[in-house]
């Protein structure tokens, strides 16, 4: 298993070839096959090699300007929740060393006032 830092270095040369800016990069999304089974998730290349992580429907926003990073979490509806569970801040910050994370309507909203 990759370390952190492994993500964190990754991160960090990404923004070096950008002097002023923003960076947004998403993860892949979920897709369903059927009613009730979805398709196997493969995450998105270059979103795994930035964070290490495996779930579905998540932006990467990393600002150049004041060297933030931060992760958008995506909207889920109440069945699934029940059937996918919650995102567990935790394990994200453990895998991919970002600390911040936002919600949903939370995190655009910051990301449009950036």
């Not at 933030?68 to 059937?83: A, C, D, G, R």
Request: glycine content about 8%.
């Amino acid at each position: 298993m990759l370390s952190s830092t492994f993500f964190k270095n990754n991160r960090k040369t990404l923004s070096s070839k950008l002097d002023d800016g923003l960076i947004i990069i998403t993860a892949n999304g979920l897709m369903q096959r059927n009613n009730d089974i979805p398709f196997p998730f493969r995450q998105e290349s270059n979103f795994f090699y930035l964070t290490g992580l495996e779930e579905g429907n998540l932006t990467l926003v990393i600002d150049t300007r004041t060297n933030e990073e931060f992760l958008i979490l995506p909207k889920k509806t109440e069945v699934e929740i029940f059937f996918g569970g919650v995102t567990s801040h935790e394990l994200i910050t453990k895998t991919s060393g970002i600390q911040s994370i936002y919600e949903f309507k939370e995190g655009w909203k910051y990301l449009k006032s950036l």
